[in-house]
């Protein structure tokens, strides 16, 4: 017989004369705990988009969708990202049981189902309300962003990749054979004409069965055109930034990864994953599949615009961000650019310096509008050419030195194989200015600020990510899939930070507001 009676928070039970003890979660569970602070603000959040992914009719879910959006958080703020290991969690350990509100564990299939399915189209909806309620809590603001991006390896194999400069040059190679064999230039040009050759055509199939002249070479012209059309499909996935991609994950790029077992620098398919910081919190991530930071500046900047419904006022970045088109596009939304020059740290080099054929080693006279080699010798305005880029107006302009004849330097100056064709510059007069605007904003006061906060606020995440999180490679493919991932650790992220923030007595600080003395 068993009786249960009531003591205090417990039950307790009697077995053949022997009492046993029921534990209760909320009394293990500290008040501080984070996985409390956790399941508080994701309560909050508005969850109508996840639930209207799921049919009305059929069976009702096994597991609320609210609370595997929670395990999925959590699992990430605990450095558990495999879907099996999150299962074994969730049936063994009692944060995570707490955290399911005695409901029944899902397995391992429920929650990779999840992940990549109605989670996939919500996760940057509920991530972004998060950031939005950090801004009506007064841990955020929009007064300064801090932006920087990593190369993170894609799960891609290694050896599926697939190269612009191999693939152009094999298609200018069937695309020779073809002009020759037939005189067309267009994959639609030969599929019509194979129709009309396979119209007095017998073809024949089969061992023992001689094909006629005719039935052959239709076949290799039909080779062509499939290797033809192949080749394009190729670049058509590339596109016209990309040089490469992996063809288990055609979103994946191969880039060159710092962290690499051989400290070699090899080649991985990869993302460039961007990240925006404010107050010590990642308020906007993303994954592009360029190589470089150039071109994922401005779209970046516009979708946190979009989602945060706000601009920041001061945008700091590295060196890696810098061109006139960032430079024009942060002028034309009002946004203080912060952005170090690529020259910046240079400049300050002994070797920069010896290089006396640089525009930055001549002097500038602005009354004359000419430049002054080390020589003495003068290099006038020839020409100069206005265009209209992003609604602005760009100026580019041509100095030529009046005479180079006998000049001791010229070697090391002027690079023309012509001893006779004087030294000549061509400067992006719009760049230099804006360039020149920055520099200065980042020798101020402020900039030196913004700098420093950068080093320590945006390269501390990413070092945060993956070292302390764990977190150095994806576990799905494509860039849908991916973004999914990104979102929830950058939501554990920020989780983890205000439950720190919290424990330290130091909530509402913004260290991009302090001054330097």
Not at 212 to 235: D, N
Not at 276 to 281: D, H, K, L, T
Not at 388 to 393: A, L, N, S, T, V
Request: include cysteine; charged fraction near 30%.
């Amino acid at each position: 017989m068993k009786q249960k009676k009531k003591q205090d928070q417990c039950s307790v039970y009697e077995r053949g004369g022997q009492l046993v003890l029921a534990l209760n979660s909320e009394m293990i569970i500290p008040e501080n705990a984070p996985v409390r602070l956790l399941n508080a603000q994701l309560e909050e959040l508005e969850y109508g988009k996840l639930y209207e992914a799921y049919s009305s009719n059929g069976r009702k879910s096994a597991a609320e969708p609210r609370v595997l959006f929670k395990v999925l958080v959590y699992g990430d703020l605990c450095g558990i990202y495999s879907s099996r290991k999150l299962e074994e969690a969730c049936q063994y350990r009692i944060d995570f049981r707490w955290l399911l509100e005695d409901r029944k564990p899902p397995d391992h299939s429920t929650l990779a189902r999840f992940r990549t399915g109605r989670c996939r189209e919500v996760v940057e909806d509920l991530f972004y309300q998060f950031v939005r309620k950090l801004e009506e809590i007064g841990e955020t603001d929009h007064k300064a962003v801090f932006i920087d991006g990593t190369k993170l390896e894609s799960r891609a194999g290694r050896y599926t990749f697939v190269w612009r400069k191999s693939v152009e040059k094999q298609i200018a190679k069937v695309r020779e054979q073809v002009r020759q064999a037939t005189g067309l230039t267009t994959p639609a040009a030969l599929r019509a004409h194979l129709e009309e050759l396979a119209v007095g055509i017998a073809f024949v199939h089969g061992s023992g069965r001689r094909k006629s002249p005719e039935q052959k070479a239709w076949e290799h012209l039909s080779g062509l055109l499939e290797r033809w059309e192949g080749y394009e499909r190729q670049l058509e996935v590339m596109g016209e930034t990309r040089n490469s991609y992996a063809k288990t994950d055609p979103d994946a790029t191969f880039m060159r990864m710092k962290e690499d077992h051989m400290r070699n620098g090899q080649l991985k398919p990869g993302y460039n994953v961007q990240i925006a910081v404010n107050s010590e919190y990642i308020t906007g991530i993303e994954a592009f599949s360029d190589r470089n930071d150039i071109q994922t500046l401005r779209p970046f900047l516009r979708r946190l615009e979009r989602f945060q419904q706000a601009r920041y006022e001061e945008v700091t970045a590295d060196a890696g961000y810098e061109s006139l088109d960032n430079y024009l596009y942060l002028d034309s939304t009002g946004q203080t650019c912060f952005i170090k020059p690529t020259n910046y740290d240079q400049k300050k080099s002994k070797k920069f310096r010896k290089q006396i054929g640089r525009v930055e080693n001549m002097a500038y006279n602005l009354e004359e509008d000419c430049f002054t080699c080390t020589q003495g010798r003068k290099l006038p305005l020839r020409r100069e050419c206005t265009e209209i880029r992003d609604g602005q107006f760009v100026s580019t302009a041509w100095y030529r030195c009046e005479d180079c004849t006998g000049c001791p330097c010229r070697s090391q100056c002027c690079r023309a194989k012509d001893p006779n064709q004087p030294k000549e510059l061509c400067l992006q007069k719009t760049f230099w200015e804006k360039r020149a605007e920055t520099t200065q904003r980042l020798t101020s006061e402020r900039g030196v600020h913004l700098r420093l906060c950068r080093s320590i606020q945006v390269e501390g995440a990413f070092a945060l990510l993956k070292n302390d999180f764990g977190f150095r490679r994806f576990l799905t493919r494509g860039q849908a899939n991916i973004r999914t991932e990104l979102f929830l650790l950058a939501m554990a992220f920020d989780l983890k930070k205000l439950w720190m923030k919290g424990e330290h007595g130091r909530l509402q600080t913004r260290a991009s507001e302090k001054m330097t003395a």
